[in-house]
C-alpha cells in the first residue's frame, strides 16, 4: 500500500504531527500538499518538543524525502526560520527537502490584508492565525500570485512584485489606513530568501510520481481539519484551501488514482481554535478540564482551544468526504479523569434531528448536539502501548467509537512520544 494521505478529522490539531512523525519511520517519502505556516505540527524528539508548521513531519527520520508541494503557501521568513531551527537541532535538510516550484509565495502585504481584514469591523470575524493564508490563496486564484519558481528570473520577480506592491499599497491604505514598508526595501527583503529558494527547489509533480512508479512508501501529510476545508468545512469560519484528501492530488500533482489509503486522524474529544460553529462544544467545568488536561493551546498562536465531546456527526462527515479507511483515535488519556464521557450523535435544530450537516454556519451555530453518555475510567491510561492493558470502559468507549463509525482503528496513541501508542496495524 504505497501512497497513503493522512487527514485531520475535525477542526485542526488531532495530533497529525505526532502520527506522522511516526509512521515516517516506514515511509520514504513524506510530502505536505496544503495550507502554510497556519499549521502547527507538534513532534517530540528525544524528549524535545518541535513545532513544525512547514516542513513535513517526517524530517527527524534520516534519510527520507520531505516534499513541500505546489498546493502549499509558503513564507520564506517562516521557512527560513524552521530551517534554522531544525539544523540547530543537527537535521539534515539539504537532500533531504524539496519545495515545489509551483507554490506561492506569501508576502508581508498578505499579513497585513490578513490581520487588516480581520480587524476592520465589516465581515464577521474568522479569528484566523494572521499568517497571510486567505490573502495569498486569493492572488493565487486571482492569478497574480508570486511563486517559488519566478525567483528564478530577478527582473521577471520584480515586475511581478511591484504590480502587486502598487495594487496592494493602495488597497490597504484605503481600506485599513495601513502604510506598507518601501518597495525597494521589501524586494530586497524577498531577495535575500533567492538562494534558500532556489537551492531547494524542484519540480516536485515529477519527482512524487518517479517515487510513485518506483513503488516508494509515500505519506501525504494534511494540514488542518476536514472542518476547516475551504469548499466543505463550516464556511466562512474555514481556512482558504482543501484540507480534505483530494486536495494531496491537486497539491502535490498525484492522480487519484494512485493514492491507496486515506488515514483519518481523531481526537478522542473536539477542539477548535478561531471562530465559526462548534455544536459540542463546553463552556462549563468540563470544557475547562478538556483543555487543562489536554493542554490544548494552539501550538501556532497560543491560543487557547475551544473544547468539546466527541462529534460523530463531523467523524461521519470527514470519513465520507475523504474516504477515510481508517482511523487513528488520538488523546484518549486525556478523558482519564471524567465520570462520564459523551459523544455526540446527532445535531437537533428547531426540534428536528438533522442527519447531516447544514452548509449555513448560522444553522450549524443554533444545532443543539443530541448525546450518548458513556462511563468514564477514572484511571490513568497514558503510556499504555497495548489494548488489551486498557481499562474495560475505555475499550468499551473505543468499540463504541468504531462501530458508531463503521471504520476500525489502525492505532490509539496514549501520549504524545511515540512510544505512548497502541498499534493494531501497521500502515506500511
Ligand atoms: P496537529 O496540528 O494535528 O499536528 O496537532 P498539534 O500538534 O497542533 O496538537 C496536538 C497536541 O497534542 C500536541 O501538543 C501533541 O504533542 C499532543 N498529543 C498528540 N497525541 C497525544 C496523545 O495521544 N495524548 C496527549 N496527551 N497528547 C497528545
Ligand atoms: P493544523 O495543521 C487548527 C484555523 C484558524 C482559523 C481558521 C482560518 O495545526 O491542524 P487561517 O490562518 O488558516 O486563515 O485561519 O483556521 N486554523 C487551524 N486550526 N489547526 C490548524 O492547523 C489550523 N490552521 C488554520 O485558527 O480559525
Ligand atoms: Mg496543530
Redesign the pocket.
Known sequence: MPVAVVI?MQW???????VIDLVSENAEVIARYSGGNN????I?QNGEEF?LHLIPSGIFHKNKLCVIGNGVVVDPAALKEEMDMLEKAGIELEGNLVLSDRANIIMPYHCISDKGREGSGKFKKIGTTGRGIGPSYSDKISRVGIRACDFADESLLREKFLANYDEKKVLLKHLYNTEIADSEKLLDELLQYKDMILKFMGNTHSLMNEKIAENAKILCEGAQGTMLDIDHGTYPYVTSSNSISGGACTGLGIPPTKIDRVVG?IKAYTTRVGEGPFPSELKDDDGELLRKE??EFG?TTGRPRRCGWFDAMVAKYAIALSGVDSMIL?????LDVFDTIKVCTAYKYKGKVLTEIPAEAHILEQCQPVYTEFKGWKQVT?GIDRFDDLPDNTKKYIDALRDLLGVDFLMI????GRD?TLRMETLF
Open positions: 485531520g485542526g490539531d488531532e495530533g497529525k504531527g505526532k499549521a502547527g505540527h507538534t517530540i513545532v486522524v489536554g493542554s501550538a488520538t488523546k484518549i488519556d486525556v497514558a496513541s496514549t501520549g504524545p505512548q
